[in-house]
T-cell receptor
């Protein structure tokens, strides 16, 4: 099974600035997927970005990008040009087999 | 994109009664669906894997007789909380995907309150 650790319970960023959320994981698998999900106050889980372990290139989705360090088992999320709508809980998740294992989450506050 | 619908969004029930929550994949077939439970300000905890046409697989510590899962078709999984008690009050979320590697789509969740 894969364990996922998010060591930042809360983070704060000013609007238009950049913030990085940390995530580390542990797995014995060679093939796996990593995800970042966003959960706003509505509690709807929204997929932000995904990374395939065998791809060395870091995934990017508009203002969201990851820094995937496979050897270090690190998978951080960078949010550029932060917007008020980015305020939410962010969960890092790993998938081996079919089930997702989530980290404890990071609450992101965006200040004007 | 893949759409997962979950109903009801909120339910209040009396202690001792049973509550059924539905999870539907609207535009794809799902042989596997997942049920999670989330406590306030906490992460999602996987409860069980729902398998179409066969028994669900429950995570350690989850009472299968309390949380009955039925996956009778390729688009519908149901979670029934039987003989509900106040400690069963929680947020329950389902998820599914036509291509798991592309990421899972989640239902909008069900807030269960047992009084």
């Amino acid at each position: 099974a894969q364990t996922v650790t998010q060591s930042q319970p809360e983070m704060s960023v000013q609007e238009a600035e950049t913030v990085t959320l940390s995530c580390t994981y542990d797995t014995s698998e060679s093939d796996y997927y990593l995800f970042w999900y966003k959960q706003p106050p509505s509690r709807q889980m929204i997929l932000v970005i995904r990374q395939e372990a065998y791809k060395q290139q870091n995934a990017t989705e508009n203002r969201f990008s990851v820094n995937f360090q496979k050897a270090a088992k690190s998978f951080s999320l960078k949010i550029s040009d932060s917007q008020l709508g980015d305020a939410a809980m962010y969960f890092c998740a790993g998938m081996t087999g079919y089930a997702l294992n989530f980290g404890k989450g990071t609450s992101l506050l965006v200040t004007p | 994109g893949a759409v997962v619908s979950q109903h009801p969004s909120r339910v209040i029930c009396k202690s001792g009664t049973s509550v059924k929550i539905e999870c539907r994949s609207l535009d794809f077939q799902a042989t596997t669906m997942f049920w999670y439970r989330q406590f306030p300000k906490k992460s999602l905890m996987l409860m069980a894997t729902s398998n179409e046409g066969s028994k669900a697989t429950y995570e350690q510590g989850v009472e299968k007789d309390k949380f009955l899962i039925n996956h009778a078709s390729l688009t519908l999984s149901t979670l029934t909380v039987t003989s509900a008690h106040p400690e069963d009050s929680s947020f329950y979320i389902c998820s599914a995907s036509p291509m798991p590697g592309d990421g899972y789509t989640f239902g909008s969740g069900t807030r269960l309150t047992v009084v």
